[in-house]
């Protein structure tokens, strides 16, 4: 997230920090709580053997006291807005961990929006590279046995989310699996897929969300999920075709595009002596920066001294 966004909002890890948490006061949550928590910025979802006039009954009665503030809703924060603060020169970032037995490697770049004209093309693609039948861990694992799984994944937000392939890995192997997952990206924006490949793919994507809709839930968390950033609720309907709609020459497309090699950051958490050597023949400016100083509060990731 920080080598990616930077100190964008996105660029602050989900999960706090230690520092982050500690700084958390009972006002600060307080305050939080009575900015954002009211009902001019909520959604209710009901589904199940219920019927409508019910489903407002029982709404109703739980919360139908609950009033919204005088104050008006502060504006969300665009990630448009904050693009001068987002690394717009890939970083290549060494983590020096010492005592670490295997190497996190992941190749990081800016991906897409939920509300994008390329959201099933991006998927599309994204079920072309993950997965055990996926093409990184048909390449990293299955054919050259250097991790025990390698996948991606695109986590489309209501701004630009991250795009991330990644793989562990013995540690004198690093440099090689970056190496094979900024490539497996290059492959596919390269050439187009074959149909006995593209095929099975979007089957992939399609299967995944029939599951989801298989329980009261999962239907309540896609329609939800819809109404969150927008979209119109007939989308659950055409999902399938939108899918199956995605040519070969849309993938190859987006991956040049949404999937540019060259426009990616690369980052490996491990023993750097072990890999650092073959890194440094494979990419420039490498940035080593030893466990100990490390930051994530921070959008150069180093403490200051």
Excluded: C
């Excluded at 709580?33 to 979802?45: G, K, W």
Aim: proline share 5%; net charge positive; glycine share 10%.
């Amino acid at each position: 997230q920080r080598v990616v966004f930077g100190d964008a909002p996105y660029g602050h890890p989900l999960s706090g920090t230690p520092e982050s948490i500690a700084a958390i006061r009972r006002d600060d949550i307080t305050r939080m709580h009575q900015t954002y928590y009211r009902p001019d910025n909520a959604m209710l979802v009901i589904g199940g053997d219920i019927k409508a006039e019910e489903a407002f009954k029982l709404a109703e009665r739980l919360f139908g006291d609950w009033k919204k503030p005088a104050a008006p809703l502060p504006a969300a924060s665009a990630m448009a807005k904050k693009d001068a603060n987002m690394n717009s020169k890939p970083r290549i970032v060494v983590i020096d961990k010492p005592d670490s037995g295997q190497a996190a490697v992941m190749v990081a770049r800016p991906g897409i929006r939920r509300i994008d004209e390329d959201y099933y093309r991006g998927i599309v693609a994204n079920s072309v590279l993950s997965g055990y039948s996926g093409r990184l861990n048909q390449e990293i694992r299955i054919k050259r046995g250097l991790s025990y799984g390698a996948g991606s994944q695109l986590d489309v937000r209501r701004d630009v989310g991250p795009f991330v392939a990644s793989a562990q890995t013995k540690n004198e192997s690093g440099a090689e699996v970056a190496s094979l997952l900024a490539g497996e990206l290059g492959r596919l924006a390269g050439s187009p897929l074959p149909d006995t490949e593209l095929v099975p793919r979007k089957a992939v994507v399609i299967g995944g969300f029939g599951r989801n809709l298989e329980t009261a839930s999962g239907l309540v968390n896609q329609i939800a999920s819809l109404a969150l950033y927008g979209l119109s609720l007939g989308e659950i309907n055409s999902f399938i075709n939108s899918v199956q709609g995605v040519t070969a020459a849309d993938v190859q497309r987006f991956a040049g595009h949404r999937l540019d090699a060259k426009g990616a950051n690369v980052i490996i958490v491990g023993n750097a002596k072990e890999f650092l050597p073959e890194l440094k023949k494979l990419y420039a400016d490498v940035e080593v920066i030893p466990v100990g100083e490390l930051d994530l509060n921070s959008a150069t990731l180093r403490r200051k001294s």
